[in-house]
């Protein structure tokens, strides 16, 4: 399946990307996603605490499965305000 | 009105717009950009939004505050890019009947904002900037 993925704040420095396609197998839960991009981006490896996550807008744990998701977004701690 | 924009904040046009004449509050939150953080001088800030998200998450927040203290309207704005010293970062008005609700729930929307809505602020110094994360 093809997961539209999106970095943000310093998640996005690190990954030297806003956003990028990728195909993961169906069985790929939000976990398992976050190990694919570490190994594509090496600097996200260097990334500590487990960031926030976001499957279609809404925040997910990190054993959401991705079946039927098309975007997941990479949330540093927010700063709003 | 709940939206992100670049253009700094009218306060007066957003208490405004919460404002109906059932309303005898509208208590008004200004999030302003200081020019010191931790000790240093901060020359300006810079916002990034997951901006679908965010707005979408600000809703839900004005519909909550709505519900949990019957407030007629909530009302808010947030910055995205570049922010100066003094300007207002976030916007928030709150309308009700009488000024406890209004005080109260605006108190909540800013706070909830800050814990969950996906923005986060860049800061600019002499020499550099960085990403402020969970604050």
Known sequence: MIVRILYFASLKDRAVASEETI????????AGLWAIVQERH???REVTTRPLAACDMTYAAWDRPLGGVLEVAFLPPVSGG | MIRLQADPIDAAALAADARGDGDGAVSLFLGTVRDVNAGRRVLFLEYEAY??????????IAAEAIVRFGVTKVAMIHRVGRVEIGEASVAIAVAAPHRAPAMDACRFVIDTLKANVPIWKREHFDGGAVWVEGV
């Open chain 1, 23 to 30: 195909e993961v197998p169906e069985t790929c839960d939000v």
């Open chain 2, 51 to 60: 901006a679908r998200m965010a707005e979408r998450e600000m809703e839900r």
């Open chain 1, 42 to 44: 090496p600097r996200l």
